[in-house]
């Protein structure tokens, strides 16, 4: 029985670049500092922009860096699988039915323009929070099923309070921050925010470690969490690693993408990259991972 069970959840819509490295290089290295369990999962909900060569060269980049995973990925080594999440969906399923027996679940036809014509660009500060157009009068209330539109989940004004490991204490007031977020998509895609709560869940995660630009959806989640009776992780949220100009980087970053890093450097080259961008180490320069273990427990 592993204490600590930490994951890795790339998206296999292009090859990795420094950034993706970095968050995997700190799961990792939380991770292992403590003796606990690595996980990959593939998370390849969107079917037009996921593939499985995608998702093959993950996990060969991550091997050739000696980012080896206990759990997980294409094969699906372990109890807890399968860990691609197109293969998840009977799951999903599951879950939703137990959100709508809440009462809490409601059908949407909202299109994005629809929602952006009601609030004007300062009242989330650019995040687009849902007023509540479609919400039945009365709630809770059972589910009526309506072909084509997404399902969302209402939520309360009420505010969800969790310490960060990296950020410290937040509060997020779910209704004036967040509103009713979809959890099924009307093309019966499945949403990020339901998906991720069920596999770290299902999957045993004590701990999920990643970039700051999700730090408002850990206040969703551990709503999500609560509704489906699950206990929510630690949640330990990174700094963007970002370009010269500042701009946070993307798999249109060629110079920074795993294919230009593996022509020029070596493993242990471009871990003291993604070592010194996380602040374990004052200066770039090659490292291995026995190294950067050791440097972790004493930062």
């Known amino acids: 029985m592993f204490n ?3 994951r890795f959840a790339p998206s296999p819509s292009g090859r990795m670049h420094l950034g993706n490295i970095y968050t995997a290089l700190l799961s ?4 292992k500092s403590r003796g606990g369990k690595w996980i ?3 998370e390849d909900l969107d079917p037009q922009r996921s593939k499985m060569e995608y998702a093959r060269q993950i996990e060969d980049d991550l091997r050739w860096l000696g980012l080896e995973w206990d759990e997980g990925g294409i094969d699906g080594k372990g109890s807890n699988g399968p860990y691609l999440q197109s293969q998840r969906h009977h799951l999903y399923e599951e ?3 137990k959100l709508k027996d809440t009462g809490l679940c409601y059908p949407c036809t909202c299109t994005r323009a629809d929602i952006l014509a009601t609030q004007a660009p300062h009242e989330s500060d650019g995040r687009v929070v849902y007023k509540g157009t479609c919400r039945p009068e009365k709630m809770p209330s059972p589910y ?3 072909p084509g539109a997404a399902i969302r989940l209402m939520v309360p ?3 969800i309070t969790f310490t960060d490991r990296i950020k410290g204490m937040q509060t997020v007031n779910l209704a004036r921050h967040c509103g009713d977020f979809i959890v099924r998509r009307g093309d019966g895609a499945w949403s990020y925010q339901l998906a991720v709560v069920v596999d770290d869940a299902l999957m045993g ?3 999920v470690l990643r970039g700051d630009d999700l730090l408002l959806s850990a206040a969703q989640q551990i709503y999500l969490y609560k509704l489906l009776g699950f206990t929510p992780p630690e949640f330990a949220h990174v700094p963007l690693v ?3 100009a500042g701009i946070r980087l993307s798999k249109r970053d060629k110079s920074l993408s795993m294919e230009y890093l593996r022509a020029h450097h070596s493993p242990e080259e471009i871990l003291g990259m993604a070592a010194h961008r996380a602040a374990l180490i004052p200066s770039s320069r090659a490292i291995t991972l026995q190294e950067l273990i050791e440097v972790y427990k004493e930062s």
């Not at 990792?28 to 991770?31: A, D, F, G, H, P």
């Open 28 to 31: 990792w290295l939380s991770v």
């Open 242 to 244: 970002c370009n010269e």
């Open 4 to 6: 600590t069970v930490g």
């Open 95 to 97: 879950a939703l039915a």
């Open 40 to 42: 990959l999962r593939i």
């Open 157 to 159: 004004d009420e505010e």
């Open 205 to 207: 995660v004590t701990e």
């Open 144 to 146: 009526i099923d309506k």
